[in-house]
């Protein structure tokens, strides 16, 4: 994806960054990165109206952002660890996608079983997905007694089985959601270029003025200055503080789905 949906060619894009990029102060925002973080970075900038680049050192979402769960969900796990605020904006931006992105982002029915003496039980999960639907604003859980979910479930373990619970959440094709985002960005005049590294962070008097943009195509390198850089390079992100006196903070997660 070396080229892109706006007609542009890369030369004419690498050219663009640099018109606008080449002296202080530059660009409004730079954001380093072209997965989700990025994308949406780039995205709400442009909806502002700011003069916005973003740069990707591969495909567009080519890391987490294209491995994900495909899930858009709001945070069960957040409540049940106490976190009810995360959970309630979680939910809130759920709902957001599911209005805004019909077809891309779209509810999903999952079915959770409750065995004896096993975690979770029936009363202590439809408490916290009572408090989950109280935050989205509409009742989508069911608890289903075992011969009614056998019903649903015909082929699981009946053992010690007392019922299941239903409830919805949200899924995405992950990747499509990070190139909507960009393309509609550049629809409202951002730039978005991939095969472009941040190799350094340009600082004046302490602070980020800037990146040094290499071009992965054509081994060129400029100097690109704006008035914030965003990093959002996920598990990449140290790379760059670390040139620049910080420190090790992010460390690489690796989950797995069945």
């Known amino acids: 994806m070396t080229s892109y949906w706006n007609g542009k060619t890369r030369d004419e894009l ?49 890391g987490t952002s294209s491995r994900s769960s495909k899930m858009i969900h709001g945070g069960l796990r957040y409540l049940a660890s106490g976190d009810f ?41 439809n408490i916290l997905l009572a408090i989950y639907d109280f935050f989205a604003g509409q009742w989508n859980h069911r608890f289903y007694p075992k011969p009614e979910y056998l019903l649903m479930a015909p082929r699981i373990k009946e053992a010690g089985l007392r019922g299941g619970t239903r409830f919805v959440d949200g899924v995405t094709d992950d990747a499509r959601l ?17 095969y472009v590294e941040a190799t350094e962070l340009l600082m004046s008097k302490g602070v980020v ?7 992965s195509a054509t081994g060129q390198e400029a100097e690109v200055f704006a008035r914030a850089v965003i990093n959002a390079s996920g598990a990449w992100t140290d790379r760059l503080r670390t040139r620049i006196g910080g420190g090790k903070d992010i460390r690489p997660l690796r989950g797995s789905h069945l």
């Not at 003025?209 to 071009?215: F, P, S």
């Open 14 to 62: 690498w050219e663009q960054l640099l018109e606008v990029g080449s002296r202080p102060p530059g660009w409004d925002i730079i954001v380093i990165g072209g997965g989700i973080t990025g994308a949406g970075i780039l995205h709400e900038a442009s909806r502002l109206g700011l003069d916005v680049a973003l740069v990707e050192q591969k495909d567009f979402a080519w």
């Open 85 to 125: 605020r995360l959970s309630r904006d979680s939910v809130k931006e759920r709902n957001r996608l599911l209005l805004e992105l019909p077809g891309l982002v779209d509810p999903l029915g999952f079915l959770l079983s409750h065995y004896r003496r096993k975690f979770p039980g029936p009363i202590s999960f």
């Open 178 to 194: 990070v190139l909507r985002l960009i393309q509609d960005s550049v629809l409202k005049s951002a730039l978005a270029l991939n």
């Open 209 to 215: 003025r800037g990146i040094v943009a290499r071009d």
